[in-house]
């Protein structure tokens, strides 16, 4: 399950912001896979969304949240790349900008809602944030980092012992001890917060699990393949054999498959810690940096262009 942010400013992914007299925050924070956050201090209104990016519901919950909030700006987790080559699917294009349809007319192409692009099986989410935020003339924030700079970060954290460490994967599945005592505090501060439920959110659409499955289910069913295949033949040489290398050969076939789940989870470990816990952080950063660019705007200090 992915993360979206919405955030909203006083007179002001994804992220966005918005005013909070155009909507009922209560009935949008109901939903399970909505997050909230509001910060009186800095004045800042945060939305979360969280979506699964295959074929699910996420695509519609995007457009809605977007819709109701009237964010001043939104954030999405994709990098240019990304938003590039997923549009291009929306739309009818290939890599090349080439397309086996029949030419867009003019209409079209001065109104590309109009075309209404088949929902893709990967990136419905994505693209349903773009197309709402272009068709409210809705600033649009992208807070990922490029796939290169992820390779690069992982090689970087490759021999590093702290990127293997369980305890984020852990913590991360109790609420109350993933938050760090300045977290804590820092919390504190806020009047209003709200957190994204994940077993209530796939309990309403059980199509945003799909990627979990996907994932999960090779190794795990590889893993207890390998297990039984072991443990019978550890069973087969106790009962039938007197040989003491061929119990020898079975605890060591036992110790084998332990070793290789042991080395699994950690393997798991050091992907959940770089690959999710250190793009969240990378989100967070892309998501303050667009408030400061939401709110110069809203000074006056920046000016926004458009091209046509």
């Known amino acids: 399950l992915q993360n979206a942010t919405s955030m909203s400013l006083p007179s002001k992914t994804q992220t966005s912001t918005t005013q909070t007299t155009t909507h009922n925050i209560n009935d949008i924070i109901n939903s399970p896979h909505i997050g909230y956050i509001k910060d009186p201090s800095n004045k800042r209104e945060v939305f979360v969304i969280g979506t699964s990016h295959f074929r699910c519901s996420s695509a519609a919950e995007v457009t809605s949240l977007i819709t109701q909030v009237r964010p001043d700006g939104v954030v999405l987790e994709l990098d240019p790349e990304r938003v590039l080559r997923l549009t291009k699917q929306y739309y009818g294009f290939d890599a090349d900008g080439d397309t086996a349809q029949a030419q867009i007319d003019a209409s079209v192409q001065t109104n590309p809602s109009s075309r209404g692009g ?7 989410d994505f693209v349903a944030a773009v197309t709402t935020c272009q068709e409210m003339d809705i600033p649009l924030f992208l807070g990922d980092e490029y796939a290169q700079e992820t390779k690069q970060r992982l090689m970087q954290q490759l021999f590093r012992v702290e990127a293997y460490s369980p305890m984020p994967l852990v913590t991360s599945m109790l609420p109350d001890m993933s938050r760090t005592s300045k977290a804590k505090a820092r919390a504190a501060d806020i009047s209003t917060t709200s957190r994204i ?11 945003k699990l799909t990627p979990l499955a996907v994932s999960s289910s090779p190794p795990l069913v590889i893993a207890a393949l390998a297990l039984l295949l072991q443990n ?3 069973a087969a040489s106790i009962a039938y054999s007197s040989s003491s290398g061929a119990l020898v050969d079975a605890v060591w076939n036992v110790l084998e498959t332990s070793l290789s789940i042991v080395l699994s989870f950690f393997v798991s470990c050091f992907l959940f810690n770089t690959v999710i816990v250190e793009r969240d952080e990378i989100l967070a950063d892309s998501t303050i940096r667009a408030w400061n660019v939401l709110r110069s705007l809203k000074n006056g200090t920046f000016i926004r262009k458009r091209w046509e």
Do not use: H
Request: no cysteine.
């Open 232 to 234: 019978n033949e550890a």
């Open 118 to 124: 088949e929902e893709l099986l990967y990136g419905s």
């Open 197 to 207: 439920s994940l077993i209530d959110t796939f309990r309403t659409d059980p199509n």
